[in-house]
């Protein structure tokens, strides 16, 4: 039975700091112009090809654990068998520009530092540079953006649009068909919804919604089309060699009429203004309902 507008509940919030690594779980986040604070604000690149790397190449990056430590002002990485890496986590001695194309953008990057090209490189494997986006160069997000966005929405290094909602009803039916439990962790949203009497894949019908007693609203921009990094099993950083859980998912999942052949599973977002809190508990209700259809690239 359709939730309909009553209450959903903010249920977990996540920021991934370094693209295709650990996020990290949050209580409150201020929502910026690029989503959830320090959200994909730094990413690993190929430093011969120039191509952004992620877990779809390096499955290992999923062993990459990252912790926001604003007290000293430093994000932190570990990784197995390696030391701690620290990288200021609002850089003002910005390295060399690097241009990076991120699906159809091109970014502009910085490079971090040698010691942390270093690091990056030994864990790869290969010659791989640490980028910090760039603060100077706006990355705005223009397809599928309503006109009452204001500014127009932006993105960091994410792959198109700055927050990414899912809801446990949603993965609870995925988890029925699929023959490895998954966790929100696997999809990487930002913003997690639940109901306890909402149907699957409610949020599909959503446009718009307001968040918090203040009610600021997050429009819902498109479905969200899937690659293969859910197959990654996260405890050992590699690929499930029976391609779970795209394959099963493939089954069910291919449900956009604009890209019928793309398994989708949770919501392209965008805050409608920024500057608002968002904290774990907070109200969430459904204002507006629509259809959406990928009739263009994210």
Not at 35 to 59: E, I
Not at 212 to 235: E, K
Request: aromatic fraction near 8%; proline fraction near 8%; charged fraction near 20%.
């Amino acid at each position: 039975m359709p939730a309909e507008n009553d209450e959903w509940t903010v249920a977990g919030l996540y920021t991934y700091p370094v693209k295709s690594c650990q996020g990290v779980a949050l209580r409150s986040s201020t929502v910026t112009a690029t989503g959830l604070q320090y959200d994909r604000l730094w990413m690993l690149v190929d430093a011969r090809s120039g191509r952004f790397v992620t877990q779809r190449q390096h499955p290992r990056l999923a062993l990459i654990q990252v912790t926001i430590n604003e007290k000293r002002g430093m994000l932190e990485l570990d990784a197995p068998g390696m030391s701690t890496l620290q990288v200021a986590l609002n850089p003002t001695d910005l390295g060399a520009q690097v241009p990076v194309r991120v699906w159809y953008d091109t970014v502009m990057g910085r490079r971090c530092s040698a010691h942390a090209d270093s690091w990056v490189t030994q864990f790869t494997g290969k010659p791989t540079w640490l980028l910090y986006k760039d603060p100077h160069h706006p990355r705005h997000v223009s397809r599928y953006v309503p006109a009452k966005c204001s500014p127009v929405p932006q993105a960091g290094f994410a792959d198109v649009f700055p927050l990414h909602v899912t809801t446990d009803s949603s993965l609870s039916d995925v988890n029925l068909r699929v023959p490895h439990k998954l966790s929100h962790t696997h999809f990487r949203p930002n913003i997690v919804l639940t109901h306890p009497h909402a149907a699957p894949y409610e949020e599909e019908r959503w446009t718009r919604v307001e968040i918090g007693r203040d009610c600021w609203s997050l429009f819902i921009t498109s479905r969200t089309p899937r690659c293969s990094m859910p197959n990654v099993d996260l405890a050992v950083g590699a690929m499930r060699e029976d391609k779970e859980p795209m394959t099963s998912m493939r089954t069910f999942r291919c449900v956009d009429p604009g890209k019928p052949s793309f398994v989708c599973f949770g919501m392209q977002a965008a805050p409608q203004r920024v500057g608002h809190t968002v904290c774990v508990g907070d109200p969430v209700v459904v204002r507006e309902y629509g259809e959406h259809s990928l009739t263009e690239p994210l």
